[in-house]
């Protein structure tokens, strides 16, 4: 079926959020169980948590418009997800990979940002504020590991890395 109304937006956005943060549940936990420093690890981790929360807010949406949760493939993260497991792959010193792996996480967050900075608007343009509040939710996750993340990267020892 064409999209022709905002409400089609708006389900055909819902469904790549639910791809996306589903794609993301586990990378996530990859990323976690790949980082050699707690502060990196963990932060991971706790976000890993967040994501399978976001997953689940996801499924109050749809059960609020009435559809059942129905997921729309997303080239967007798997691009990303590809890139990173491309990198990884290749058996790079664990320090580069921990800087890598903050980039790789700056990188879906605010892709996620984005995601939601565009789902919410439409959700308040179809009146649906109590949705509108639970992506918000997911909105201010995503702000706070993107943060996280930032101050990690800023505060990294680039001594620790082979400079050739
Ligand atoms: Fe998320
Ligand atoms: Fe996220």
Same mark, same amino acid.
């Given at each position: 079926?064409?999209?022709?109304?905002?409400?089609?937006?708006?389900?055909?956005?819902?469904? =790549?959020?639910?791809?996306?943060?589903?794609?993301?549940?586990?990378?996530?936990?990859?990323?976690?169980?790949?980082?050699?420093?707690?502060?990196?690890?963990?932060?991971?981790?706790? =976000? =890993?948590?967040?994501?399978?929360?976001? +997953?689940?807010?996801?499924?109050? +949406?749809?059960?609020?418009?009435?559809?059942?949760?129905?997921?729309?493939?997303?080239?967007? +993260?798997?691009?990303?997800?590809?890139?990173?497991?491309?990198?990884?792959?290749?058996?790079?010193?664990?320090? +580069?990979?921990?800087?890598?792996?903050?980039?790789?996480?700056?990188?879906?967050? =605010?892709?996620?940002?984005?995601?939601?900075?565009?789902?919410?608007?439409?959700?308040?343009?179809?009146?649906?504020?109590?949705?509108?509040?639970?992506?918000?939710?997911?909105?201010?996750?995503?702000?706070?590991?993107?943060?996280?993340?930032?101050?990690?990267?800023?505060?990294?020892?680039?001594?620790?890395?082979?400079?050739?």
């Amino acid at each position: 079926m064409c999209p022709n109304s905002l409400n089609d937006l708006f389900k055909d956005g819902l469904k =790549h959020a639910y791809y996306t943060e589903q794609q993301l549940v586990d990378a996530t936990e990859e990323l976690a169980n790949q980082s050699s420093e707690g502060e990196i690890a963990s932060a991971f981790s706790e =976000h =890993h948590d967040e994501t399978q929360g976001h +997953v689940n807010r996801i499924e109050t +949406v749809f059960d609020a418009i009435g559809e059942s949760p129905e997921t729309k493939s997303d080239s967007a +993260v798997e691009g990303l997800i590809n890139d990173h497991d491309e990198f990884a792959s290749q058996d790079p010193d664990q320090n +580069v990979l921990d800087r890598f792996n903050i980039a790789a996480g700056q990188k879906s967050e =605010h892709y996620e940002i984005a995601m939601y900075g565009n789902l919410i608007p439409l959700a308040d343009q179809l009146g649906m504020d109590d949705v509108a509040d639970t992506l918000e939710q997911n909105l201010r996750e995503e702000q706070d590991a993107l943060e996280k993340l930032s101050t990690i990267g800023e505060e990294f020892d680039y001594g620790q890395l082979p400079s050739e």
